[in-house]
């Protein structure tokens, strides 16, 4: 009797072992997985992207050695297009898609099996992917913007309608106001789900029915427009409505149309006239499809932006604003009609990496008066981006915004090392009670910001920074013993984040702003060990790679140029 009893509490020993190995076991997960460094994107336009996951687990010495991929357009996994079989190593990156081809505009579905060192099973999650458009033509939509269908070619310069008995030369004159394009439209049916792929040259800002779509700005990134230009997707599912719609576009200059003042080496080229493209790609709930696209049909205005330049800064007149512009019930009989024109060369490839965004907004700490009429913010951070003020003055009345790096004794601002750079933003009133204005087609580097008018009466009610970067993840996290080693890590991290606009910056606050190789490389270790870079240093290189010289191999010093 005594054995038996024995042998029971063994067994029952031995099932409690077990069980505590399959709840540590069930700590095992497979999480962040990604396609092409993103959860869940919706942009891929590649043929082959590459999956990754992270392997968690409590207990120890626990590793992967096999996987599986399933890959199929339906969330299910059933009917699939890829089965990568059981592979038996420990990879659990840069593994490529090798199933059948990828489809544009199409989301798929996957999930990884892993085998630990046990040879036990584990399941992911079913997570997806959605592809943009793959190949160049799968674009139907066209190039709109105003006046000629075709422009010269001037690596350095800007255009202007030619006027009779005029030179070549005498067309390249700035015409650097902002740019409205309005497009109205009908869905006749109930919307399943809705995508669109868009680009504006310079910048641009996307409206659908009034509202932002999207939060990106400064967008797209600079490439070198004749070899490549980036454009984004959105889905728009839940924006779009059945019945009429309305598309709406704000361009200005950015990289692309710069003023001739900085028509210099190791500054600015001049690519052409400010010009947006637009694909919206909609399934219907009876699975049938349509396309909506720029071209002839539609509309566009002059901007409220009177000027706007990356190094100068920007000039808002809200007394011309167009109210209500990008909604379908707009009345736009007195807009004129766009010029399909000629494509910028550059070949159309999806912005995979981070989008430029406005990732914080810091208070000021502090307010000067270093003279009549004048007040002085002191943001308390050096950074990238612009500030928003919140005013209340009468109609006409003009607001003006001078963004630096220091201050002087007395408190004013020092601009030298803004150099050449004017770095201001000029604000004309409406008049209608308290108005909100933040520059939309430029971007400072400053810590201070100055601001004047020419009415004693204009009442300010608020003012922030905006903080404007790449939005790469911080990944990285250091504290020592030292404080002033802990500050100097703090600055380091805040200098890089202001020099992520797209591409790594030398400055984020003079006439320069460039992707110098030199500074770039000596801080990418640094980079990489703070962020989450491979998308950003992915875009960059591709960049540097289209500039290769085709016939002496060499590259370029700068990129993009």
Not at 51 to 68: D, E, H, M, N, P
Not at 235 to 252: P, S, Y
Not at 335 to 346: C, L, N, R
Request: proline share 3%.
């Amino acid at each position: 009797m005594r054995k038996i009893f024995t042998i029971l509490i063994l067994l029952i020993f031995i099932s409690c072992e077990k069980h505590i190995s399959s709840n540590e076991f069930v700590q095992l997960g497979i999480k962040n997985l990604k396609c092409e460094y993103a959860a869940n994107p919706i942009n891929i336009d590649i043929s082959n992207p590459r999956f990754s996951w992270v392997l968690s687990s409590k207990i120890r010495g626990q590793k992967q050695t096999a996987y599986q991929i399933f890959v199929s357009k339906n969330k299910d996994l059933s009917d699939l297009i890829w089965d990568s079989g059981k592979i038996n190593n420990s990879l659990s990156n840069q593994i490529y898609y090798a199933g059948k081809n990828l489809e544009s505009n199409t989301n798929y579905y996957w999930k990884v099996h892993v085998w630990d060192k046990d040879d036990i099973l584990y399941e992911s999650k079913i997570t997806g992917f959605g592809t943009a458009l793959l190949k160049q033509n799968n674009w139907v939509a066209k190039w709109i913007g105003v006046g000629q269908k075709s422009q010269p070619s001037l690596p350095n310069g800007f255009l202007k309608s030619v006027e009779e008995q005029s030179t070549l030369t005498d067309t390249i004159i700035h015409e650097g106001r902002s740019l409205l394009l309005r497009n109205k439209f009908e869905c006749k049916k109930n919307i399943k789900s809705a995508k669109v792929f868009v680009t504006g040259l310079g910048y641009y800002e996307l409206y659908l029915n009034g509202n932002r779509v999207g939060d990106h700005v400064l967008s797209p990134a600079k490439t070198n427009y004749a070899k490549e230009i980036l454009y984004d997707t959105y889905d728009v599912t839940t924006q779009l409505k059945k019945g009429e719609n309305t598309f709406g576009i704000h361009l200005g200059n950015g990289w692309y149309n710069p003023y001739k003042k900085w028509w210099k080496e190791y500054r600015m080229q001049w690519f052409g006239a400010k010009k947006a493209i637009l694909q919206l790609q909609i399934t219907y709930q009876n699975g049938e499809t349509t396309v909506i696209k720029s071209d002839k049909n539609w509309k566009f205005k002059l901007g409220p932006i009177l000027y706007n330049c990356i190094y100068d800064g920007e000039f808002y007149d809200a007394t011309q604003e167009s109210e209500n512009w990008s909604k379908p019930d707009f009345d736009d009989s007195n807009w004129d009609m766009v010029s399909v024109i000629e494509s910028p060369k550059g070949e159309l490839r999806s912005q995979n990496m981070q989008a430029i965004k406005l990732v914080q907004i810091i208070e000021p700490v502090k307010v000067f008066k270093p003279k009549s009429g004048a007040l002085v913010y002191d943001m308390g951070q050096n950074f990238s981006g612009w500030a928003k003020i919140t005013v209340n003055g009468k109609k006409g009345t003009k607001l003006h915004l001078q963004f630096a790096e220091d201050i002087n004794e007395d408190g004013s601002i020092d601009i030298t090392s803004n150099e050449h750079a004017k770095a201001e933003a000029t604000y004309i009133l409406k008049g209608n009670s308290s108005e909100t204005y933040e520059p939309r087609f430029t971007f400072y580097g400053f810590k201070y910001v100055e601001v004047t008018s020419n009415s004693d009466l204009l009442e300010i009610e608020n003012v922030q920074g905006c903080v404007v970067h790449s939005n790469n993840e911080l990944t990285g996290h250091f504290e020592c013993g030292n404080e002033t080693i802990n500050k100097i890590h703090k600055a380091t991290v805040w200098s890089q984040k202001s020099n992520m606009i797209g591409f790594p910056l030398d400055c984020p606050q003079r006439d320069e702003r460039l992707g110098w190789f030199g500074d770039a490389q000596v801080t990418i270790e640094e980079a990489m060990f703070n962020f989450n870079m491979p998308l950003f240093y992915h875009n960059w290189i591709t960049g540097i790679r289209k500039n290769q010289d085709s016939l002496t191999g060499d590259i370029p010093i700068i990129s993009p140029r």
